[in-house]
């Protein structure tokens, strides 16, 4: 066998030097071995944690809108408390009036009303709630006589028309509604009585005895008390309460399937076409409150397709009008003006032309979901929207009326209290 060779001085130098080299640097760390999944338990804890991370940096935001919720409630409450019992006052010093120069009363009682409406839309006005405006121009014919065919939402939607009327002239002053008979139980119900709103009653059995009420009410109540404007919510209910029964109708009857609104009941709007438009029979007058119909009226000349459009299909409730805590929305209305000579009047044929007028605003709606703006009108290549607005000097007016005329009859009650008692 051949000998390994023993290394000489300088290669066994050389080896030493590299023995203390390895010596003297530290040892490489080995990698980790890769972490091991986290159970189903621990990734739910992980995900719950960044959960309340997410919720404590929100916490300050949610506090302010609490906040600021809780203060928005107590003004509305003061401005009730104030606004409601003035008005309620002013009507009874005013009953005299009434008896010498009624047309005067009504006037005077639908200013104060139209106030009443405009604070209403403030609350949402200084929370960022707007409305848009689309279609055509409806200050037209704001002195004409009309009746608005609107689509039901929400609660919000009479919010909604209390903005988006304010600067329609005297149409808010000489309105009156058609609401279900819940709104008589608000706290503006006692207002809405003593102005000559209808509150309808929902469901078959109430229904013809409904109708019947509402023609009385017309008969005594319209143009006796210089109305010219009626909002008349046909679907009879929040569409998320009839859409089911709505469309269960549509398919056993062969009628088109909406969506975005239902198919309108036909008996409000019948009994209000028959009752306030002009027909000339012989020579005089016909249909309801005839002894009203002066030579200078011309009874109801339009009827306004009314829809109205929230964003992402949100509707907005009157809580949220009056507490804010979502955030700020802008609402869109859309109109069409049809003369009331082309609106026909017997029941089959006035059933199929409302059926036509809510399937376009199916369409309408379905264009609006999809592209954020309605189309254009006919005739027309582009479509034109209109920011409507309301004055804050009008409002901080109307506003301290109210609470000094909240002061005046406060004093004045506790005198009279303090002379009798």
Not at 260 to 283: C, D, F, M, W, Y
Not at 354 to 374: N, P
Request: proline share 6%; aromatic share 12%.
């Amino acid at each position: 066998m051949t000998a390994t060779p023993r290394p000489g001085p300088p290669a066994a130098a050389a080896a030493a030097a590299q023995h203390r080299a390895r010596a003297a640097c530290p040892a490489r760390p080995r990698a980790p071995p890769p972490a091991p999944t986290p159970a189903p338990a621990e990734k739910d804890r992980t995900d719950s944690n960044v959960r309340m991370a997410v919720t404590l940096e929100e916490a300050p935001w949610l506090g302010w809108i609490l906040v600021k919720a809780l203060m928005r409630f107590a003004f509305m409450v003061a401005n009730n408390l104030v606004a409601i019992p003035s008005y309620i006052c002013y009507v009874i010093m005013l009953q005299p009036l009434r008896v010498l120069d009624s047309k005067r009363f009504w006037y005077i009682e639908g200013i104060m009303y139209k106030w009443l409406l405009g604070m209403v839309a403030s609350w949402g006005w200084y929370a960022g709630y707007t409305v848009m405006e689309w279609g055509e121009d409806i200050k037209a014919i704001s002195k004409d006589e009309a009746v608005m065919l609107v689509n039901h939402q929400a609660t919000g939607d009479v919010c909604t028309l209390m903005m988006c009327l304010q600067d329609k002239g005297l149409v808010v002053a000489q309105i009156m509604w058609l609401m279900d008979h819940i709104f008589k139980y608000t706290n503006f119900g006692i207002v809405s009585l003593i102005h000559g709103d209808f509150f309808i009653r929902q469901g078959k059995s109430h229904r013809d005895q409904q109708l019947v009420f509402l023609k009385k009410h017309l008969e005594n109540n319209y143009r006796s008390r210089g109305r010219k404007w009626i909002v008349l919510f046909p679907e009879g209910g929040f569409l998320r309460k009839r859409r089911e029964t709505s469309q269960t109708f549509a398919k056993k009857n062969n009628l088109p399937f909406l969506t975005h609104v239902t198919l309108p009941r036909i008996g409000a709007t019948k009994i209000i076409l028959s009752a306030l438009v002009a027909r000339q029979e012989n020579g005089s007058p016909a249909g309801g409150d005839t002894k009203e119909l002066d030579s200078k009226s011309k009874g109801l000349q339009w009827v306004i397709d009314t829809t109205i459009a929230y964003p992402k299909a949100e509707p907005m409730d009157i809580q949220t009008w009056i507490l804010g805590y979502r955030k700020p929305t802008v609402t869109h209305v859309h109109y069409r003006v049809f003369p009331v000579k082309d609106v026909p009047l017997e029941t089959d044929d006035l059933t199929n032309w409302l059926y036509q007028r809510f399937t376009e605003k199916e369409d309408l709606l379905s264009h609006f979901y999809e592209t954020g703006a309605f189309p254009p009108l006919k005739g027309h290549k582009e479509a034109v929207s209109r920011e409507m607005t309301l004055s804050n000097m009008w409002i901080f007016l109307i506003q301290s009326i109210t609470f000094l005329s909240g002061y005046m009859w406060y004093n004045i009650i506790q005198y009279f209290y303090h002379c009798l008692f």
